[in-house]
Every structure is written in C-alpha cells, then in structure tokens.
C-alpha cells in the first residue's frame, strides 16, 4: 500500500498534532507519511487554518475602522458610532459607488421606499 491508511486513531492524531501547531513536515514524521499526505488530509477533513503564531487580536483585526477605510472600499457602517466594534463593511465597492453592490442594493431599497412614501 503506498499511502498509509486513515484510521480513525491516525486522523486523531493528526488532528491533535495539527492543534498543537506542529508545522505539517513534522505531523507527518510522527504518522510516518509525507508533508504533502498531512497537507491533503488536512484539506479533506476541513480542519481550521492555523494562525500565524504572532499573537494577533481575532475579531479586531478584521474590522475596518475609518482609518482603514479606502478610497475603494464600501463606507456602509456597521453597528452604532460610538460602539467600541464600530466599523465599515470595507468590501470592494462597487464602480463610482461608496458601497459595495450588496450594500448598493439595501441603501437603493431604503431610497425607493422613502420616495414612495413620501410622494403618498
Ligand atoms: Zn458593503
């Protein structure tokens, strides 16, 4: 057999190893199968991507604050101005727009109705 079989002992370990941060060339030394083998199995049974081990702040990394705001980016706010997660969606916006075309489609619908109701 050239591939090592899969039981359900060796995903464990795999996935435990994987948890610990081993890098994938040293998981597969211990399973005795290559890094590739580690890698593909990895992919298939959708474990979570590791992070970097640089300590990062999860949730704050992602938010866009006005300050990471571009010229390019959807401005539509997310959450209330004064709230400590405050931020911008930061999509790609869509062409000659401030928001990205989801956000285009909801600021378009809240436009149409106002209009309606105030022609009423
Ligand atoms: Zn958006």
């Known amino acids: 057999m050239s591939t090592a079989e899969w039981t359900p002992e060796r995903i464990a370990t795999l996935i435990a190893l994987w948890n610990d941060n081993l890098t994938t060339s040293e998981i597969g030394r211990q399973l005795g199968i290559t890094k590739n083998a580690v890698i593909g199995k990895v992919h298939r049974l959708?474990?979570?991507q590791r992070r970097p081990s640089v300590k990062e702040e999860p949730v704050e990394a992602d938010i866009i604050r006005l300050d990471r705001l571009g010229a390019n980016m959807c401005s539509w706010p997310v959450g209330n101005p004064g709230d400590?997660?405050?931020h911008f969606c930061g999509e790609p916006a869509a062409p000659n727009k401030p928001y990205c075309t989801r956000h285009c489609a909801?600021?378009?619908?809240?436009?149409?109705d106002?209009?309606?109701t105030s022609v009423a």
Do not use: M, Q
């Open 114 to 116: 106002r209009s309606e």
């Open 46 to 48: 959708g474990l979570p």
């Open 84 to 86: 400590r997660n405050f």
């Open 106 to 112: 909801v600021a378009y619908i809240r436009t149409r």
